[in-house]
């Protein structure tokens, strides 16, 4: 299986680790130990990591990017409390440990086989997960259409035992996140909107998305003074947002 980073990978995995740094390589706080794998020690590692750590093969896991099997050991931690930080804002953001994504490939519809798409879709799930798995009706209803535009292959997107979403495998787990957050907002299901934005700035910082819907669900929430300094960032990055200046404007009205 192939890495971006291992950062990214134990997030997708369910497994975030502390990282108020967001996964820029400056907290020091993602430290994987890696055995039976060939990795090359990056400059910042060199200049952050004890002598020590680097002959016991320890990295930053946001500096890991590699391409064969092998084992990783993690740090002891609690991974319910798993954080990120806001940088820029100084907010603390609490991670998803629950959002993970799967691969799946299904066999066809044939004569013999008529089995529902979601059955078929559950039948290969329950393979892969410990528990029985779900999805709401809006999910139901387009699944089969879904399926066939994605030629019964890709990933589901899970929070906890649900599925949420259906996402193609070259779509990278922030633009999940995002689509989360989105969807959360327009079903006016505002805290997990929350979550799901701050956990896409904590894996792209430069992600002005990210703000904006964390701006704009802030405002929903009636909390504008903490949602003025994310729609404004997120103006600054793209000045032209009519429902992103709206917001900003309603709440500097109040």
Request: proline share 6%.
């Amino acid at each position: 299986m192939r890495f971006r980073d291992h950062f990214v990978a134990l997030i997708e995995a369910g497994i975030p680790l502390d990282s108020p740094c967001g996964g820029q390589g400056t907290c020091l706080k993602c430290k994987v130990q890696l055995s039976g794998i060939s990795q090359k020690f990056s400059e910042l590692e060199r200049e952050k990591i004890s002598p020590e750590e680097l002959s016991g093969g320890w990295h930053l896991a946001c500096q890991v990017t590699v391409e064969e099997s092998g084992e990783v050991c993690l740090p002891e931690m609690e991974v319910s409390r798993a954080k990120a930080g806001f940088g820029l804002l100084g907010e603390e953001i609490p991670l998803q440990p629950n959002v993970r994504r799967r691969h799946f490939e299904l066999s066809r519809p044939t004569i013999s086989d008529q089995r529902a798409d979601w059955d078929r879709l559950v039948g290969y799930l329950e393979t892969l997960e410990p528990h029985p798995v779900r999805a709401g009706l809006p999910l139901l209803q387009e699944i089969s259409g879904r399926l066939r535009e994605q030629s019964f292959t890709g990933e589901v997107v899970l929070v906890g035992d649900e599925v949420i979403a259906l996402a193609r495998e070259d779509v990278p787990l922030r633009e999940t996140y995002l689509y989360l957050g989105w969807t959360d907002y327009r079903q006016g299901q505002y805290d997990s909107a929350v979550r799901a934005f701050q956990t896409a700035y904590a894996l792209d910082p430069a992600q002005q998305d990210a703000f904006a819907g964390l701006g704009m669900t802030l405002a929903k929430m009636g909390r504008c003074p903490e949602a003025i300094s994310h729609l404004e960032f997120a103006l600054s990055r793209q000045p032209v947002w009519a429902e992103v200046q709206q917001a900003l404007e309603t709440c500097r009205k109040q």
